[in-house]
């Protein structure tokens, strides 16, 4: 049987919506008549599309499938529009990817490497709390999420968290000082470090408690952006991963003064659960550990 792509459509309207009676009156239509074009989609198809609970509807495995077909079909029906009216238009696949505001640019720069400067792929990149980010990447609004922490997925949210990497974190400061090391220059000694929410923050806070060793906090900063800039233009030691200021330390604008114990920064890829996963997604998470942290300038001390 041939694909009806008028149901198509109309499938692809209700699953970007996510709402069967907002879908209805976007197309003019009933509601009653909308699900039945949709159920012979997926008497054609096979496959059940949604799951129906209560009144909610979630794509199935099968309709993630569809609805990611759907998406480049409609697209392309754009670009042929786009094509007869300028009289070009180019081919390209469309990736999303949403990072953490507080991830480092460094690392994001590393992972997505490979797409970079390549004409057939057109690369989304939106930021934000991670919350909202897993919501779009429920709602297929994003392909990836990078994250700084692993979440745990469930029926209603089949997430799934990938370790890329994992790196310690160290003590960085300007050139010229003498004999620095943990845990005595700490004592006292103005600092800038992460968020108090953040992992490495805690787990920095538990090694000075353990060696009762109390830094002067500085600076709190949740964004790894303005940490690397904060770390580069005040003179001021901060707690953060080599990867952050991986240039001024390749420079000798700044020094990695030793490793923190047991102190380290993870970077997740939390994507959906799914059978079929797009082949750049598959292309970008198969990339060694050692590409993505592009190997900082040695530290002074590794403890």
Avoid at 169 to 197: K, T
Avoid at 287 to 298: G, I, K, Y
Wanted: charged content about 25%; proline content about 5%.
């Amino acid at each position: 049987m041939r694909l009806n792509y008028h149901h198509l459509f109309y499938f692809w309207t209700v699953a970007r919506l996510g709402h069967l009676t907002r879908a209805a009156e976007q197309l003019h239509v009933s509601q009653s008549a909308l699900s039945g074009q949709i159920r012979k989609l997926e008497d054609s198809l096979g496959h059940p599309l949604f799951i129906r609970e209560g009144r909610r509807l979630k794509l199935s495995e099968a309709g993630r499938k569809a609805y990611s077909y759907a998406e480049e079909i409609f697209r392309h029906g754009e670009e042929l529009s786009a094509l007869f009216a300028s009289g070009t238009v180019a081919s390209r696949e469309r990736i999303q990817i949403g990072a953490v505001a507080t991830l480092s640019r460094n690392f994001q720069e590393g992972f997505l490497r490979p797409l970079l400067g390549r004409e057939d792929v057109e690369l989304s990149l939106q930021s934000g709390h991670l919350d909202d980010l897993l919501r779009r990447l429920s709602a297929h609004r994003l392909d990836l999420v990078l994250s700084n922490q692993a979440v745990t997925g469930n029926n209603d949210h089949p997430w799934r968290s990938r370790r890329l990497a994992r790196q310690p974190v160290s003590m960085v400061g300007p050139p010229g000082l003498a004999d620095f090391r943990f845990p005595g220059s700490l004592q006292g000694r103005a600092i800038i470090v992460p968020g108090a929410q953040s992992v490495m923050r805690q787990a920095f806070d538990q090694l000075c408690d353990y060696h009762k060793v109390t830094p002067r906090i500085q600076a709190e900063v949740d964004d790894m952006a303005l940490m690397r800039l904060l770390s580069r233009d005040t003179g001021v030691v901060s707690i953060l991963p080599p990867v952050v200021v991986r240039d001024e330390l390749r420079q000798g604008t700044l020094v990695d003064y030793g490793a923190l114990p047991g102190v380290y920064e993870e970077f997740y890829a939390i994507s959906v659960r799914r059978q079929f996963e797009p082949a750049l997604i598959t292309e970008l998470l198969a990339q060694p550990t050692e590409e993505l942290m592009m190997a900082s300038v040695p530290s002074q001390e590794t403890w």
